[in-house]
């Protein structure tokens, strides 16, 4: 197991590279740069303006401008922002990070809560009214777009009943201790549904379907045999082997919900690094969108990590050699 969690760190950095060079290729094909719009302005001497893109490096080879920032980028240093004059990249991550993963946290943690339980009624119950009901709404869940719904739940729940903000993530700087933590739970409550909404209905299908097919395999009716209660082959069988898929799932859903929240908080307003990011890329802002990129590409390869080695503890079965 512990080679194999080494091998699969050391396998990290040539893909990061690659995905560097993906998204750096892809920003450079795009055109203009971070200050062309400033040429539009008549009043703007445009040898000021490069002197601007000199000094910061855009007039450089591409491979030139991508090998200082690889460079620097090991060492830990980002860089300045183009857009935020005086801020390092890492300072505007830190400083929003944190919303973020309050918000993944809190739609990770609704859809567990809400997903995996309702989908394993409805396999113990089949084509019962409550089992009509999930199906139904797991499929409004994976077919209604998530900027739509949450614009839909901020008409009524914010504007037409007034009981949750509509946007920010605390409503006054000065709060502190627990009034700080319910009004930042109040601020949660609607980009943590809308994020977690197609989570659930995903993790409400995939336990219905695991679990089903669980339930009829030739182990459980001999358990079942044997004369071990319904409980007893729910949780020391049936789980255990259709948990592993929904591991799969989880693996995806902690790199995804930090980058799936760039659309939800944009809908929002929410002051975390998807706003960041939407407005580093309207800005041109190459330092913070390359920083950005790479920290979701981590992301999503520590929770594939983080699925494999879950899945040696819920099948012992498994063995990486």
Do not use: C
């Not at 567990?112 to 394993?120: K, T």
């Not at 319904?230 to 948990?243: C, E, G, P, Q, W």
């Not at 802002?285 to 080695?309: E, K, R, S, T």
């Amino acid at each position: 197991m512990y080679k194999y969690i080494i091998r699969r760190f050391l396998i990290f950095i040539p893909m990061l590279f690659v995905l560097t060079i993906a998204v750096y290729g892809l920003i450079q094909a795009a055109p203009g740069d971070p200050i062309a719009g400033r040429l539009l302005d008549p009043n703007i001497d445009p040898a000021a303006i490069e002197k601007q893109r000199e000094a910061l490096g855009l007039n450089d080879p591409v491979h030139v401008q991508y090998w200082n920032w690889v460079k620097n980028a090991a060492k830990g240093d980002f860089g300045e922002s183009i857009a935020y004059k005086g801020r390092s990249v890492s300072d505007l991550i830190n400083g929003r990070i944190v919303n973020t993963l309050y918000l993944g946290t809190f739609a990770l943690a609704l859809t567990l809560i809400v997903g995996i339980p309702i989908g394993i009624y409805s396999a113990r119950k089949p084509y019962s009214l409550l089992d009509y009901g999930a199906t139904a709404f797991g499929f409004f869940g994976l077919a209604v777009p998530s900027f739509f719904f949450g614009l839909v739940i901020i008409y009524f729940f914010s504007i037409q009943l007034g009981w949750f903000p509509s946007q920010g993530s605390v409503s006054s700087p000065g709060l502190t201790g627990m009034e700080l933590f319910v009004d930042r739970l109040h601020h949660l409550v609607l980009p943590g549904i809308t994020l977690g909404l197609a989570g659930t209905a995903s993790y409400m299908r995939y336990m219905r379907s695991e679990v089903l097919d669980v339930l009829s395999s030739d182990y459980i009716r001999t358990a079942k045999a044997k004369g071990m209660t319904d409980r007893s082959v729910l949780y020391k069988h049936t789980l255990r082997n259709a948990m592993i898929p929904i591991i799969t799932l989880l693996g995806f859903e902690i790199g995804t919900l930090l980058s799936g929240a760039i659309i939800t908080e944009g809908v929002f307003q929410f002051p975390g690094i998807g706003t960041l990011f939407i407005t580093s890329i309207g800005n041109r802002d190459y330092p913070v969108i390359m920083a950005l990129n790479l920290m979701f590409g981590f992301f999503i390869l520590l929770g594939n990590l983080l699925a494999d080695i879950f899945y040696s503890i819920v099948d012992p079965r498994i063995r990486y050699d």
